[in-house]
């Protein structure tokens, strides 16, 4: 047998052209070049941004991130403000759009007829193509007159006594740029979300309804806890990608510096502030504190992204993790799983 095996290695190594030779080193070089330059592009923006940011930050240091003031006129600039905007809108639109795009998910995992299953998903992941300028104008045009006629009067009426719906109304503001983002990120959740939950075995799912369990017992179960750490990583995504957006939030917000809780004020981010004045900026100093805000909003799109990957990690357990759910659906019924 081993004789075999060695006169057919030989045979196979004659046939063997020198490009086949080669095609491993050379396949290695490829990859490890192509990850090195995407490692080298991470770096050189970077430090284009710590240079950028160099003025601004022997200016104010530090204290920049806990300023408020953005003053053009006598160069006196801070970021709070806008760090609070940020995290204003991204987690609203975030709360908001994740139980809706895990809906959308299961839908068309599990309830949706096949033919009503390939058109909404398109037009899900069609949803998430559509420019961010496009949907800003479709904020101003439409959605801002009605969160102003109808949408803030509505909650003024019912929540007035909460401080988060206070205030004058208008057609731009923190609550517009939330539902904006909300659009913006349901598809990139929803998408991911879906393909996440077919690759949850179907013996799972079959194995639960066997056993008595209801659609709902088994979606809740056995479905999702299989894929949370999936959809857990999908939430970052969508939370990195409001925390980024810039124009459609420029288009809606209001651009306004202060710290507020009425969801029906005006606000700014860091991105919308960064894209509405870098191009007009008057000083140097003005200039360097827009690029010091880049270099903030880079740190934090960057703790996002690795966020995610620790919420990825525990996929590769997700055998263990499906049996464990599988468990407790059982004990749900009162069996056993051996």
Do not use: C
């Not at 991204?90 to 998910?105: D, H, Q």
């Not at 008595?212 to 990608?241: K, N, Q």
């Not at 270099?295 to 996929?315: E, Y």
Request: charged share 15%.
């Amino acid at each position: 047998m081993k004789i075999s095996h060695a006169h057919e290695d030989a045979a196979l190594e004659r046939t063997r052209g020198w490009l086949d030779r080669i095609g491993d080193p050379v396949l290695r070089a490829i990859t490890f070049s192509a990850a090195a330059l995407a490692v080298t592009i991470l770096g050189l923006i970077a430090y284009e941004l710590v240079s950028g940011s160099r003025l601004a930050f022997r200016s104010f240091g530090l204290g920049f991130i806990t300023s408020q003031t953005w003053d053009t006129i006598h160069n006196q600039f801070g970021a709070l403000s806008l760090i609070f905007g940020t995290a204003v809108t991204a987690v609203l639109a975030t709360l908001i759009a994740t139980p809706l795009a895990i809906a959308i998910a299961l839908f068309l995992t599990e309830l949706a007829p096949k033919h009503v299953r390939s058109l909404l998903g398109a037009l899900v992941e069609m949803l998430a193509a559509i420019p961010s300028v496009i949907l800003g104008l479709w904020g101003i045009l439409i959605l801002g007159p009605f969160v102003q006629n109808q949408l803030e009067p509505f909650l003024g009426s019912t929540l007035g006594f909460l401080p988060f719906f206070r205030g004058q109304h208008s057609p731009t503001g923190i609550l517009t740029a939330v539902l904006i983002l909300t659009i913006m990120i349901v598809p990139i959740v929803a998408s991911v979300t879906r393909e996440l939950l077919t690759t949850v075995p179907s013996e799972l799912r079959e194995g639960a309804l066997a056993l008595g369990a209801t659609r709902w017992e088994m979606v809740r179960g056995v479905l999702l806890p299989a894929a949370r750490p999936g959809i857990l990583a999908a939430v970052a995504l969508g939370f990195g990608r409001a925390v980024g957006e810039a124009m459609a939030v420029l288009m809606t917000i209001g651009g306004t510096i202060g710290i507020h809780l009425s969801l029906f004020g005006h606000s700014d981010t860091l991105a919308a502030r960064i894209a509405g004045q870098y191009n007009g900026a008057s000083t140097n100093l003005q200039t360097s504190s827009l690029v010091y805000l880049a270099t903030i909003l880079l740190v934090i799109s960057l703790a996002v992204n690795i966020g995610a990957q620790f919420l990825i990690k525990p996929i590769d357990r997700r055998p263990r993790r499906q049996r464990i759910a599988l468990d407790r659906a059982f004990e749900a019924q009162g069996l056993s799983a051996d």
